[in-house]
C-alpha cells in the first residue's frame, strides 16, 4: 500500500517569502501525483499535477512542484507567497491503473501574516 | 451543474440513527469517489464508482456503510446506526474517467453525530 507524508504540519510565513512544503511517498512503482489546495472555508481544488514527462510541474498561482523519482518526493515551492495563500495544502499520489483512487498525505496548514 | 454538488451540506444527527448523503458528480463524469476527511485520520478513500459499478469497497470503515450509484449519475453514501466516530465532513469527487483523470472535489457534507 502507498503512504503520503508531509513533514510540514504547520506553516507561518511573512507576506513575499518563499515557500517549499515537503512531500515524500512510499511506493515502488509508477504514481501519478497531486497537490490540492484547499482555502478557508472552500472545497479542495487542484493546484498541479504530476504525470509524466518534466518532472518540474507549473500550476496555478505561481505554484510549482518538482518529482525527484530517487528521492520519491514532490515537493511544492512558491517564491514569494501572498496572504491570500493562507490554506491548507495536501499532497496526493494515485497509481495507474488501479482505479485511481487518491492517498493523501495529513496536510500542512499555511498561514501568510500581512 | 459546473461542479460536483453534495447534499446536504451540514447534517446533524443522533447516535443510532441511519444518513443519507447525496452527491452529484459533473455533467460526464463516469468516475464518481467518496473520501472522509476527519480530524484524526485526515482525508481518507471510501468507495469509488466507474459506472454504477464498485469495484473496490476494501475503503469503507464498516459494514454500516454502503454506497449506491444510479444511471451512472447520482451516488448516495448510507451510513446505517450512526456512532460518533462516524463525524466528519464527507467529500464526494468525480472525475472524466478513471485513470489519468482529475478528480475535482464537491464542497462535502459535514456530518456531526451526537
Known amino acids: 500500500a502507498q503512504s503520503v507524508s508531509q513533514h510540514n504540519h504547520h506553516v507561518i510565513l511573512s507576506e513575499a517569502a518563499s515557500l517549499e512544503l515537503g512531500c515524500n511517498y512510499s511506493?515502488?512503482?509508477?504514481?501519478?501525483l497531486f497537490w490540492y489546495v484547499q482555502y478557508p472555508g472552500q472545497h479542495l481544488q487542484l493546484l498541479l499535477k504530476y504525470f509524466s514527462g518534466d518532472p518540474l510541474v507549473k500550476g496555478i498561482k505561481g505554484f510549482e512542484a518538482e518529482f525527484i523519482k530517487s528521492k520519491f518526493s514532490f515537493n511544492l515551492r512558491k517564491p514569494s507567497v501572498q496572504w491570500s495563500d493562507t490554506a491548507e495544502y495536501f499532497c496526493a499520489v494515485n497509481t495507474p491503473n488501479a482505479g485511481n483512487m487518491l492517498t493523501f498525505g495529513g496536510g500542512t496548514r499555511l498561514m501568510v501574516k500581512p | 451543474g459546473a461542479g460536483v454538488s453534495q447534499s446536504p451540506s451540514n447534517k446533524v444527527t443522533e447516535k443510532g440513527k441511519d444518513v443519507e448523503l447525496r452527491c452529484d458528480p459533473i455533467s460526464g463524469h463516469t468516475a464518481l469517489y467518496w473520501y472522509r476527511q476527519s480530524l484524526g485520520q485526515g482525508l481518507e478513500f471510501l468507495i469509488y464508482?466507474?459506472?454504477?459499478?464498485?469495484?473496490?469497497k476494501s475503503g469503507l470503515p464498516s459494514d454500516r456503510f454502503s454506497a449506491e450509484r444510479t444511471g451512472g449519475s447520482v451516488s448516495t453514501l448510507t451510513i446505517q446506526r450512526t456512532q460518533q466516530e462516524d463525524s466528519a465532513v464527507y467529500l464526494c469527487a468525480s472525475s472524466l474517467a478513471l485513470d489519468q483523470e482529475t478528480q475535482y472535489f464537491g464542497p462535502g457534507t459535514r456530518l456531526l453525530v451526537l
Open positions: 511506493y515502488g512503482g509508477t504514481v501519478n
Open positions: 464508482f466507474q459506472g454504477n459499478s464498485a469495484p473496490d
